[in-house]
């Protein structure tokens, strides 16, 4: 949600960060929040509040801010992270103790060649890896989740990265797989982003592993309409459902294909950068809605006590 204040429940820690990966929609921002405006942010959101960067951890007041936010009444609060440190157990109880109620984790591949590839890093892989599982074990069921930027280079690649999700994460709260902005890295790499039409086949077996292994798991910025079998694994679909707003949702549009399409009250539609490059003629309007598809978004997601964080990263 974004206030009449123009704020958002986001706070932008450091600039900096430890990794150059090549989807990053901030690369060079400035965008670190001062003292006063981080407090305005935890005075107005009192549901989720985001702490990202660059890189949070990279920040030396992270942990002084994520107290203040629990002792101002904060529920949830998110650690948007690459996971840097995070796979020392000390490291991790230092967090937890301060209050992070959620570890949102950027996982950008499932092996060490693509991540170093994508990250523009050498040899954090395993330690990345590491932090997951190590989060996974400490902060226990319904705490750690991770997120993948769908790219051109991961594409074809997604089923392989299903199973190594669930061969290795057992107990990971959820994964969402990102559909890419056309901004920062991407904007400078136009490459990096597959048409709709291209990813289509590749999500969908990446979410059938998903599903027959169990696995929750969400995907943002993807229309309905190219998730046939899936619908109910739109994090867009389930907010809509319940009527309930996200700031990022400004950033997505349904056009004029869009006219008629039974799912139009719970798809966001594609992002506006998107049909800004590839145009809008891929999407099909869909006849007939899924049977009981509303009654199982309004439901909510399948989740163990706690809401999906706040919204996309990258």
């Known amino acids: 949600m974004k206030s009449a204040k123009n704020n958002i429940p986001i706070i932008c820690l450091t600039d900096s960060c430890n990794q150059r990966c090549l989807f990053c929609s901030r690369p060079g921002e400035k965008l670190r929040y001062g003292a ?6 935890i005075a107005e959101f009192k549901g989720t509040v985001c702490f990202e960067g660059g ?3 990279l920040a030396p007041d992270v942990l002084k801010w994520v107290r203040y936010a629990a002792a101002h009444g904060v529920r949830d609060r998110v650690l948007v992270t690459n996971g840097f440190g995070l796979e020392k157990p000390e490291t991790a109880r230092r967090y937890l103790e301060a209050g992070v109620t959620m570890f949102n984790v950027n996982l950008p591949a499932h092996n060490d060649a693509l991540f170093d590839r994508l990250t523009r890093t050498k040899g954090n892989f395993d330690k990345r890896v590491a932090a997951v599982k190590n989060l996974i074990a400490l902060a226990g069921p319904g705490s750690v989740r991770v997120t993948l930027v769908l790219n051109s280079l991961i594409l074809r ?29 991407c904007a400078e790499r136009p490459a990096l982003v597959p048409t709709l039409t291209a990813a289509e086949p590749w999500l969908q077996k990446a979410f059938g592993l998903l599903e027959a292994g169990g696995a929750n798991f969400l995907a943002d910025s993807v229309p309905l309409c190219f998730m046939k079998g899936f619908e109910h694994r739109s994090i867009d679909a389930h907010m809509l459902a319940r009527g ?13 294909r869009c006219t008629g399409c039974a ?3 719970v798809c966001s539609g594609p992002r506006k950068d ?11 309007p869909v006849s007939k809605a899924p049977a009981g598809l509303l009654a199982r978004l309004k439901a909510g997601f399948n989740r163990s006590a706690k809401k999906p964080g706040a ?4």
Do not use: C, W
């Open 274 to 284: 998107y049909t800004a490059r590839f145009g809008d003629g891929e999407l099909r």
């Open 263 to 265: 799912l139009a009250g």
């Open 55 to 57: 890189e949070p951890t």
């Open 157 to 185: 690649s997604l089923p392989a990265y299903a199973r190594f999700v669930l061969k290795e994460f057992p107990g990971l709260f959820y994964l969402e797989i990102n559909f890419p902005k056309l901004m920062g890295g």
């Open 244 to 256: 309930e707003q996200r700031h990022y949702f400004g950033e997505k549009e349904r056009t004029g």
């Open 36 to 41: 006063k405006r981080i407090k305005a942010v």
């Open 311 to 314: 919204g996309p990263r990258h």
